[in-house]
């Protein structure tokens, strides 16, 4: 399908590198950015698209495919919400994506999703989760992979809602902040979050997403 890019139409590489991220706009949780590196000639799985066009079940099928596929290789880069709160969470965004992609070296064309300055090496499309299969992947996987982990946080930070709402701004959300106050999975720099206290005993999160990745 073309894109309308013309690096990305005329490309010969034998290597497609394709990175999203999930969480952008989330008051809790990290944000998480995956890149995922395919073969030029790879075929993707059927019905794969940007990840917000899918449902639960369709995403998480796609998923296990994807992670199945021995053609498939993809790297995951999350960025914990102290990072965010430090250097904010446009920055933070652009670094993922850099380090994600530097994981696969070598002579392949790199596409990111969005309109990022990310440097000549890098081409930014917004609607490449539509447009470009690996930039699709990276968008299912990463959905799915942060999903997963904010079910695992909300088990360990009961009524907050995180794995109805994955930490977005919400109702509900909103509401538990106000009863409960921040937890760790929290960015305290945000102006909601901000407001709200902070009760004590939290758990470590990046003790989590490890337990989630070896899963």
Request: hydrophobic fraction near 40%.
């Amino acid at each position: 399908m073309p894109t309308g890019n013309s690096r990305i139409d005329s490309s010969r590489s034998e290597l497609i590198c394709g990175s999203d991220e999930v969480g952008y706009g989330a008051w809790a949780g990290p944000l998480l950015v995956v890149a995922v590196c395919v073969p030029g000639s790879w075929v993707p799985p059927a019905g794969l698209t940007d990840s917000k066009k899918l449902s639960e079940e369709q995403r998480e099928a796609l998923a296990r495919l994807l992670r199945d596929d021995p053609s498939v290789r993809f790297f995951l880069v999350p960025v914990w919400p102290a990072q965010i709160d430090e250097v904010g969470v446009y920055k933070a965004n652009i670094g993922a994506h850099l380090k994600a992609h530097a994981n696969f070296e070598g002579d392949m064309l790199h596409v990111a999703d969005g309109n990022l300055d990310l440097g000549p090496d890098i081409v930014s499309l917004p609607k490449a989760d539509t447009l470009v299969p690996a930039v699709s992947a990276a968008s299912v996987i990463a959905k799915v992979t942060r999903d997963q982990f904010m079910a695992r946080l909300d088990e360990k930070h009961p009524g907050y809602g995180f794995k109805g709402h994955k930490g977005y701004g919400v109702p509900v959300h909103q509401e538990a902040l106000d009863r409960l106050g921040p937890c760790d999975a929290h960015r305290m720099s945000y102006a909601p979050v901000k407001a709200a206290r902070k009760p004590e005993g939290t758990p470590d999160m990046f003790a989590l997403f490890d337990e989630l990745d070896q899963d």
